[in-house]
Nanobody, 127 residues
Framework: QVQLVESGGGLVQAGGSLRLSCAAS????????MGWFRQAPGKEREFVAA????????NYADAVKGRFTISRDRAKNAVYLQMNNLKPEDTAVYYC????????????????????WGQGTQVTVSS
């Protein structure tokens, strides 16, 4: 059974930082693209960042470019999201995703191509 388990969410003041982690089990995702998405209350789930299987290429939503960094550890079957200079509008449930079919750029426009989802972790940024 495939599981993606996120951790590292919490409450932080604007301007602060958090590092999200996602540990995968039940399948080796070292040869698959992985990423992060988020969903704010009353809004649709949206793309945040994605990283290629080799970690050589990454893609970011415009809203987080320059503030968030995605990375992965293929040996640990894990993906991370370093979030700096957080803003209240970053408040959302953050979801880990694996097996991004179609690549790390098309996935930003078609969330239906995500193969596996985590259960999500809450990030709240206070002003």
């Amino acid at each position: 059974q495939v599981q993606l388990v996120e951790s590292g969410g919490g409450l932080v003041q604007a301007g602060g930082s958090l590092r999200l982690s996602c540990a995968a089990s039940g399948r080796n995702f070292s040869s698959y693209a992985m990423g992060w998405f988020r969903q704010a209350p009353g809004k649709e789930r949206e793309f945040v960042a994605a990283i290629s299987w080799s970690a050589s290429v990454s893609n970011y939503a415009d809203a987080v470019k320059g503030r968030f960094t995605i990375s992965r550890d293929r040996a640990k079957n894990a993906v991370y999201l370093q979030m700096n200079n957080l803003k209240p509008e970053d408040t959302a449930v953050y979801y880990c995703a694996a097996d991004l079919r179609g690549g790390i750029f098309d996935i930003a426009r078609d969330l239906g191509r995500v193969g596996y989802w985590g259960q999500g972790t809450q990030v709240t940024v206070s002003s």
